[in-house]
């Protein structure tokens, strides 16, 4: 047995003497309180959930699960799902350039393109949503959220390792008129109008119709010349319509469908490599969100709906339902990234800053995302039987169109790279059965059982344009003496995406790709070239051979001094097809078939005290990589790797009583994951990839770097996850409520292959992007101790009720990344380009409201993030890079609200 392997075991040994020790103090309070808890509920508040798909009190669930009702985020100025994380110890929720990951204790996953699935899952409305892109519009007239942590394959139709994020809206209510208007306002010029109203058409017949207009300024500050709007502005809508109809009381047949639409200015993130490169301290960066803006104003147009139907049958001792949906996320978003952030002297580093700030090196985002789910569950309906159960049959199925390109303005070797996939294609069938059994009216056994079959194909394209650009020099002699650096991307510019006509570059199919045939493909993939672009003039003078018709027309006059180099009164501009280019046919497929299964067992000491244990095993479909060619032998391949498994352990009390005079709970929990062949995803060289694909070790030190890098996945480690949570809640004198939830959490790598150090580009370090070992790394986004608590009370006066509520989060020091900030090249002075980890912080929210007279009105102040303890939410670190993404600064405004 290994050293890590035997901590492990050591640890989880620890843990269940810990567990059970917990237990015992809470078998022995039970009995000493069993004479008068026995008798009667303790006065705690009830919080209703549905985590399970039946409703329930969250105390008498035998799990791990947080519920908080959508006036109590508003409460706290929560705008939309990326907020929740500050709220809940075990959740991370990162918004990655417009890519919502979502983490629970460690487990999720940052592959966001359409090649990866969440590893936790979201769903609106009850509907799986397979890319959450967007949904922050949809998060209004919100009932409840709810957060099931652990693995949910034999409740829910789509499997999750991690868990669930349930965000579940109102829905219509037969005979009832009501509705709502609210206003609001707040820094950052926000603006916005929310409204609802119920629509009782018939007795058996019920309309709701809700909406959402939310606009505030950008969350960054230009400082340079240009004073561009930059990236994180709003300018969102949503709407919502719902009907209910019932026209019998065994019949019940729901619809509704939501629209969301984000035209702001997305997610950019800010660099961080110039500042580190030059030694500067990011502590020192005062503000990361104040930066040096280039090129244009970003652009995003997200739209995100979808139509659902749920009709429920009661058959008297069971209830057959179906849910049915479609849903539909475009997603478009374009942007050039500021140069940099504040810091003395950057000016001085960006000389000539004309020319920085004139770069418009940009990219394309364009997603696609059509997904249609058919589910049909059974479900007791009988409360007087011992036995309840659930039973279902999913069926998934998504189409993704996915565009990915670059220009690369002012570039001598690099003009850019395209990834175009008209079409990646997943189908998921399962079907699915959890069962309760009632051995006494005290003890109760749980079952669940699930099976999986997924498959997943794509066919597309990916290229890299590096065609080598300069002007003779006349007096060296040298080829590329002058004049380099073409402009391609300025106003204007447009990629063809989806509407590219050229997918296979080898028109004439005699095996190899032209000089022509590259240029013909290059340009079917520009719609149009910017006012001040000169490649395409280059091209268009036939200073290379072949070329596309679509090539526009371009006189001597045309083409300045600048760009063209003359000798002896002839074009002698050097543009040769460089090897650095590519361009390769993407075919992949990968099929996976699972069993997951669950066992719970749990026993009532008393009316209000509950023990339990589970056993629950979770799948994540494995997958394919990009295709690439071997150069030695010409062949392509799109290496596969399986699927992750996660089986948690996990041993919990739930007690209710008084302490004192006061209704007291105190719940705790002790759990360990079994995280079994963790998919990472690196930057390797070709080279490197057929090395490890091969099968055969590679050695750290030996590792063959190459010029061309892909994105390349595999199953890399298996970790260990552990820790014990604790909450409860004091209902005080006064109606005051103290709430708490605190979290211990371990999460160490283990038993890992090596992994190339994908923070360094093949081509340009190849001393350093070679295969390094990760063992005993703790796992990304996985703070140790974890702490939320909130405090609130509402009390009387004369015209109404006053209320308030303060909540305050702490978050201990993580990392962001596998490789924990360390520098395997200088270990004792790590460069800071290398740094992924964020301090300790607190968050504090606060939020104060007037309710008038009856409560039709009523008035509130809110402040998110009060102290402005602004942190990284997601980095990407590579060559050239440390782009960090932030939790959001802080928010405070007013809203007023007329409910009739």
């Given amino acids: 047995m290994n050293t890590a392997t035997t901590k492990v075991h050591f640890a989880s040994k620890q843990l269940l003497i810990a567990a059970i020790a917990l237990m015992t103090c809470s078998s022995l309070a039970a009995q000493e309180a069993e004479s008068e808890q026995d008798k009667k509920d303790a006065d705690v508040e009830r919080i209703i959930v549905t985590v399970e798909r039946r409703t329930q009190d969250l105390q008498d669930l035998a799990g791990t699960a947080f519920a908080f009702s959508g006036e109590d985020l508003k409460a706290q100025g929560i705008q939309d799902i990326t907020d929740i994380a500050e709220s809940i110890p075990g959740l991370e929720i990162g918004n990655n350039q417009g890519n919502v990951e979502v983490w629970i204790r460690g487990i999720g996953s940052s592959n966001n393109t359409e090649l990866g699935d969440p590893a936790a899952a979201t769903h609106l409305d009850g509907v799986y949503i397979p890319r959450p892109s967007g949904i922050g519009s949809a998060f209004f007239d919100i009932s409840r959220v709810e957060v099931n942590v652990g693995p949910q394959g034999t409740l829910r139709g789509r499997n999750a390792t991690a868990g669930s994020v349930n965000i579940i809206p109102w829905r219509p209510a037969l005979n009832q008129w009501n509705g709502s208007a609210e206003v609001e306002v707040g820094n950052y010029n926000q603006r916005s109008i929310t409204g609802a109203l119920n629509i009782p058409a018939t007795d058996n017949l019920a309309f709701r119709i809700a909406g959402t207009k939310v606009d505030h300024d950008s969350y960054y500050n230009d400082v340079g010349p240009l004073d561009l709007e930059l990236a994180e502005a709003a300018d969102n809508l949503g709407l919502r319509f719902q009907a209910l109809y019932e026209p019998t009381d065994d019949l019940s047949i729901y619809l509704s469908y939501d629209y969301a639409r984000e035209q702001g200015t997305g997610y950019t993130g800010t660099n961080f490599a110039l500042p580190l490169g030059l030694g500067i301290d990011p502590d020192d960066i005062?503000?990361?969100?104040?930066?040096?803006?280039?090129?244009?104003?970003?652009?995003?147009?997200?739209?995100?709906?979808?139509?659902?139907?749920?009709?429920?049958?009661?058959?008297?001792?069971?209830?057959?339902?179906?849910?049915?949906?479609?849903?539909?996320?475009?997603?478009?978003?374009?942007?050039?990234?500021?140069?940099?952030?504040?810091?003395?002297?950057?000016?001085?580093?960006?000389?000539?800053?004309?020319?920085?700030?004139?770069?418009?090196?940009?990219?394309?985002?364009?997603?696609?995302?059509?997904?249609?789910?058919?589910?049909?569950?059974?479900?007791?309906?009988?409360?007087?039987?011992?036995?309840?159960?659930?039973?279902?049959?999913?069926?998934?199925?998504?189409?993704?169109?996915?565009?990915?390109?670059?220009?690369?303005?002012?570039?001598?070797?690099?003009?850019?790279?395209?990834?175009?996939?008209?079409?990646?294609?997943?189908?998921?069938?399962?079907?699915?059965?959890?069962?309760?059994?009632?051995?006494?009216?005290?003890?109760?056994?749980?079952?669940?059982?699930?099976?999986?079959?997924?498959?997943?194909?794509?066919?597309?394209?990916?290229?890299?344009?590096?065609?080598?650009?300069?002007?003779?020099?006349?007096?060296?002699?040298?080829?590329?003496?002058?004049?380099?650096?073409?402009?391609?991307?300025?106003?204007?510019?447009?990629?063809?995406?989806?509407?590219?006509?050229?997918?296979?570059?080898?028109?004439d199919g005699d095996g190899a790709v032209s000089d022509a045939e590259f240029l013909n493909f290059y340009f079917d993939g520009i719609a149009q070239f910017g006012e001040r672009d000169t490649l395409d003039d280059i091209f268009a003078n036939g200073i290379t051979p072949g070329g596309a018709d679509v090539r526009p027309a371009c006189s001597d006059s045309d083409v300045t001094d600048s760009l063209i180099c003359n000798q002896d009164g002839t074009h002698s501009f050097a543009v040769p097809i460089s090897p650095n280019n590519s361009i390769t046919v993407q075919d992949g497929r990968i099929d996976n078939n699972f069993v997951d299964w669950r066992i719970r067992i749990e026993h009532d000491l008393n009316n209000d005290q509950l023990v339990y244990g589970l056993i629950a095993t979770g799948h994540k479909s494995g997958g394919f990589n990009d295709t690439f060619s071997d150069p030695t032998t010409g062949l392509t391949l799109a290496p596969t790797y399986q699927e992750e498994s996660v089986t948690l352990f996990e041993f919990g009390s739930k007690n209710e009583f008084d302490l004192g005079d006061v209704p007291t709970t105190f719940n705790f929990s002790a759990f360990y994951n079994d995280y079994r062949d963790q998919v990472f995803t690196n930057l390797l060289s070709v080279e490197q990839a057929l090395e490890f694909n091969s099968g055969a070790p590679v050695d750290p030190l030996d590792a063959t770097p190459g010029a061309l890098v892909v994105s390349f996945s595999f199953n890399a480690a298996d970790s260990a996850i552990y820790g014990m949570q604790f909450d409860g809640k004091f209902e005080l004198p006064y109606d005051m409520n103290l709430n708490w939830t605190a979290l211990w959490l371990e999460a160490e790598i283990e038993d890992s292959q090596d992994i190339q150090d994908s923070r360094f580009q093949a081509d340009v370090a190849p001393d350093e992007a070679v295969f390094q070992s990760i063992d005993g790394n703790r796992l990304p986004r996985t703070p140790r101790f974890q702490l939320n608590a909130s405090l609130s009370q509402v009390f009387d006066i004369s015209s109404g009720t006053i209320d308030y509520v303060i909540s305050a989060g702490w978050r201990d020091e993580q990392f962001l990344t596998i490789f924990n900030s360390i520098d395997y090249q200088n270990p004792d002075n790590p460069r800071r380009r290398l740094d992924d980890s964020v301090d300790a912080y607190w968050t504090v929210d606060a939020g104060l409201g007037y309710t008038h007279g009856d409560g039709a009105l009523r008035f509130e102040a809110f402040a998110n993030n009060l102290f402005d303890e602004v942190r990284t939410a997601a980095t990407i670190i590579t060559q050239f890079d440390n782009t960090r993404f932030f939790t959001r600064p802080r928010t405070f405004g007013v809203r007023m609200r007329y409910t009739y």
């Fill in 286 to 507: 005062e503000d990361p969100r104040d930066v040096v803006g280039r090129g244009f104003t970003p652009i995003q147009d997200t739209i995100h709906d979808g139509f659902k139907i749920e009709v429920t049958w009661d058959m008297g001792k069971a209830l057959l339902e179906y849910n049915g949906s479609y849903r539909d996320l475009i997603y478009d978003y374009q942007a050039a990234t500021p140069l940099s952030p504040d810091f003395p002297g950057v000016f001085e580093a960006l000389d000539p800053l004309d020319q920085a700030i004139d770069d418009f090196s940009r990219f394309q985002f364009l997603t696609d995302s059509e997904s249609i789910i058919h589910e049909l569950r059974l479900l007791s309906d009988d409360d007087t039987s011992r036995l309840t159960y659930t039973a279902g049959i999913f069926l998934f199925n998504e189409r993704q169109q996915t565009f990915l390109a670059s220009a690369g303005d002012r570039g001598g070797f690099f003009q850019g790279a395209e990834f175009n996939q008209p079409n990646t294609d997943t189908d998921s069938f399962s079907v699915y059965g959890d069962a309760t059994y009632e051995f006494s009216a005290d003890t109760r056994l749980t079952i669940g059982l699930r099976y999986t079959e997924d498959t997943k194909t794509r066919q597309g394209v990916n290229a890299r344009y590096a065609f080598a650009l300069g002007g003779f020099d006349v007096n060296t002699g040298n080829p590329f003496g002058c004049c380099m650096g073409a402009r391609v991307g300025t106003e204007g510019f447009a990629f063809a995406g989806f509407g590219r006509s050229i997918y296979e570059p080898d028109q």
